[in-house]
């Protein structure tokens, strides 16, 4: 399967802002379709799923568990839970700087220290973030998670060889694991491999446990072929008429930056910047 090693220019970078959102371990985008399930304990109850609330919605849950957080900084459920809320949000700044209070009550912690790499990554301390995530993960009890969440990273930090190794190597953990096949789709689409990244995030939409992050990803790869109509198709599977309008408009302004993403292929194929 022939592949394309080169990672986007800084240009490039700026097409794809927003595209990253596919990197699901690590969050280092936010979109209206990937919410994750709340750590239990420690929280406000809701009157509806995180999954299925609006943006407005979403801010209100998480200034009502930042409250609950403020009573007690040291709570590492609240403080997790207040932390991916932020995130959620787009207020990755304010989620690190929780991350960082959590992390140092509770420094051994590999769900949290994971959490504070995610939280570091989703900021823009790439580095930083793989070192982080680099103590949670032990020789003894390796983790699928994490080992994704390194993949992501390092796709971020232009290492694309090392980040499939890690995709690879959370595969052999976790079989046809969606959120890893889409990550490792992701990495492919990021070189502009785009026949490559449709390969495995098909691979990723078939499995029964992929959400609907993981379609989202194959509607953008399909949509970035020209194919259209069938994105759009895939983008509104199994959402609600809202949750599908909107994903389709973001969509549509990602796709609208076709002949941005063709002259960058052509720029680059020069060797230019």
């Not at 399967?1 to 794809?16: D, N």
């Not at 979109?31 to 801010?59: H, N, R, Y």
């Not at 787009?90 to 769900?111: F, K």
């Not at 595969?171 to 495995?200: F, H, I, R, W």
Request: with cysteine; hydrophobic share 40%; net charge positive.
């Amino acid at each position: 399967m022939a592949t394309t090693q080169t990672f986007p220019s800084s240009r490039a970078r700026r097409i794809l802002c927003g595209i990253s959102v596919v990197l699901v371990a690590v969050s280092l985008a936010g979109c209206a379709t990937q919410k994750k399930e709340l750590t239990t304990g420690s929280i406000p109850k809701f009157d509806k799923p995180v999954q299925s609330m609006t943006a407005s919605e979403l801010s209100r849950a998480a200034d009502s568990i930042g409250r609950a957080y403020e009573k007690n900084p040291k709570d590492r459920n609240a403080g997790l839970n207040y932390a991916n809320m932020l995130r959620m949000t787009g207020r990755n700044t304010q989620a690190l700087a929780v991350m960082q209070q959590v992390a140092i009550s509770h420094p051994s912690d590999r769900e949290v220290l994971a959490a504070y790499g995610k939280a570091q990554a989703a900021a823009g301390q790439l580095e930083q973030a793989l070192a982080t995530i680099g103590r949670a993960q032990t020789p003894d009890r390796p983790d699928w998670k994490l080992k994704s969440a390194e993949g992501a990273i390092l796709d971020q930090l232009g290492r694309a060889p090392e980040a499939r190794q890690r995709y690879r190597e959370a595969l052999d953990m976790q079989p046809n694991e969606p959120s890893v096949l889409s990550n490792l789709g992701m990495s492919y689409l990021l070189a502009k491999d785009l026949k490559t990244a449709e390969t495995y995030l098909r691979s990723a939409t078939n499995q029964p446990t992929a959400d609907s992050s993981v379609r989202q990803n194959l509607a953008l790869a399909v949509g970035l072929q020209g194919r259209f109509q069938e994105a759009e198709q895939i983008a509104m599977q199994e959402l609600s008429p809202d949750q599908a309008a909107a994903n389709v408009k973001y969509l549509r302004s990602v796709l609208s930056q076709q002949n941005a993403w063709q002259k960058l292929a052509k720029d680059e194929d020069k060797g230019t910047n």
